[in-house]
């Protein structure tokens, strides 16, 4: 077998579609975009054609403050595809938004090994060849 | 929603067969499967032509198209019924639901399941764990390098937070399953492995180091469901099924609703309500087991403890085999096999000999119940069966 980003070297860029066009192109303009259903209420993180509690096609996109905290995270030391491997060790986590709904991403800066759950953090911008990647660092005594 | 409908007693398991565990550098994935196979056909008694149905699940190592159709074709099988499942390593237990919907309203007679792949030889250790990185969603966790194994470290890392689990706890769970595996002849690990040992080595992704990861072998098994009326004409000793429970919550680990709650709740309580037992009744359990956190996640969900419990029973030994309820009496996906959806199938497997009775060093004395649980992605699909060796 080939493939299986085995022979990449650069860092993945996304690959927006139909759902999340609209996010990636907030993000060059950095700002971080979540989903509110006009119909119940509900806000979610990951884009779709409809709301994942009422089943509504009646969205908004709405920008978030760009503010959450640590739900949980995890130093990664081997990386699962070769492109990662110059960037370890580096921190992953989950982010519980003050809006609501939960991401993934990494968490940057020079202090990010030293992020634990319950930290707050906030939206910073990744340039990775031209797209902009939401990432995260941590804001320094405001747990 | 409440389901009236019940499986219980109506099917069994009547043949089980695993390959040779371990590397297979002369053979293909599918030859894994088909020697997995021949050895379950052997063990019921049956012919092939007893067969008429045939359930499977998927390949990162040979990524047919339709595997459960180039699967049949390469046995030589002709069924009335064949489809391949991707629900990850929760797919050999809900074929064997859909195995025993089947049979028990009529629509099929004799139905083989199998599931395994070559990864140790066929894709090898950085294409197997780069092509699961596919797991995570494409553009909101891939881009990040989010990995497998980063996953359940969150997870056990939130577990820890929570309940006060030690990074000493999830050794014991790496360490219990290689002292099983010792005793199994076919299991891939054969040599002792000490909490020392675990905790020196080299980090994958903290809190895990290599040994609190399930390792990559060329794995495949099989077992062959009947209904309960026919299995006891057959050479092997039946086990039948008591229940069996499905659930799922999400497929991302973004998307999940707790890291320390999943689907394994629902999955659990359905196989018991089904079963008419509870988990004092449960004789041993062969649970998913892909990181050290993972078993330590379902014994809580499934009831056998509190929350936060799961690590102290590992530590403590009552988890061995002798102990009160032994866990992954082959030594698991940590230490006996491990291969896309081989590693939940042979914990099937292990049940249905555990229940046999017949294990020498390894056999659990006078188990009568087992539970297997299987898992699928990042805690995201869930199936448990209950499987007893007398119908009750």
Known sequence: MTGYGLKETELPKPSPNGDSLPYWNAAREKRLLIRLCKACGAKHFLPRYLCPVCWSDQLDWIESKGQGTIHSSSIVHRASLPSFASQTPYVIALIDLDEGPRMFANIIGSDSLAASIGDRVRVVFEDRAGDMLPQFSRVVGDT | ?392
């Open chain 2, 1 to 392: 929603m409440a389901v009236s409908g019940t499986l219980k007693n109506k099917v069994a398991i009547v043949g089980v067969g695993e390959c040779d565990i371990g590397k297979a550098p002369t053979m293909s994935g599918l030859g894994i499967n088909a020697q997995a196979c021949k050895r379950a056909l052997e063990d019921a008694g049956l012919r092939v032509s007893d067969i008429d149905g045939l359930l499977t699940a998927y390949s990162f190592t040979e990524p047919y198209t339709m595997l459960g159709s180039a699967l049949s074709e390469y046995l030589g099988l002709k069924p009335q019924m064949c489809t391949a499942m991707a629900v990850g390593g929760a797919s050999p237990g809900i074929a064997l639901r859909h195995a025993a919907q089947a049979v028990a309203c009529g629509l099929a007679d004799t139905v083989l399941v199998c599931a395994g792949e070559n990864r140790a030889t066929g894709l090898g250790r950085e294409a197997s764990i780069a092509a699961l990185t596919a797991v995570g969603h494409a553009q909101f966790e891939q881009p990040y390098g989010g990995s497998i194994p980063g996953y359940y470290a969150m997870m056990a890392r939130r577990h820890m937070h929570e309940f006060g689990t030690t990074r000493e706890q999830l050794a014991s769970v790496a360490v219990n399953t290689r002292a099983h595996a010792l005793l199994h002849p076919n299991a891939q690990m054969k040599t002792p492995l000490s909490i020392e040992q675990v905790l020196s080595a080299k980090l994958i992704a903290e809190p895990f180091g290599m040994y609190d990861c399930c390792i990559i072998s060329d794995a495949a098994g099989a077992f062959i469901v009947t209904s309960a009326e026919r299995a006891r004409d057959l050479r092997s000793k039946p086990v039948y099924l008591l229940g069996i429970g499905e659930k799922h919550l999400n497929m991302h680990i973004m998307c999940a609703p707790s890291l320390t709650q999943c689907g394994a709740v629902d999955s659990g309580r359905a196989a018991y309500q089904m079963a008419e037992v509870g988990p004092d009744d449960i004789d041993v359990a062969e649970l998913y087991d892909c990181f050290t956190i993972t078993p330590i996640i379902g014994l809580e969900n499934l009831g056998f403890c509190q929350p936060g419990e799961g690590g102290a029973m590992f530590a403590s030994g009552q988890t061995r085999i002798g102990g009160k309820l032994p866990v992954n009496t082959h030594g698991g996906m940590l230490s006996h096999a491990h291969a896309g959806a081989a590693g939940g199938l042979l914990g099937i497997v292990e049940a249905v000999r555990q229940l046999r009775g017949d294990q020498g060093d390894r056999q659990v004395q006078g188990a009568e119940i087992a539970l297997v649980h299987n898992e699928g992605g990042i805690l995201s699909s869930h199936c448990t069966i209950i499987l007893g060796n007398d119908r009750g």
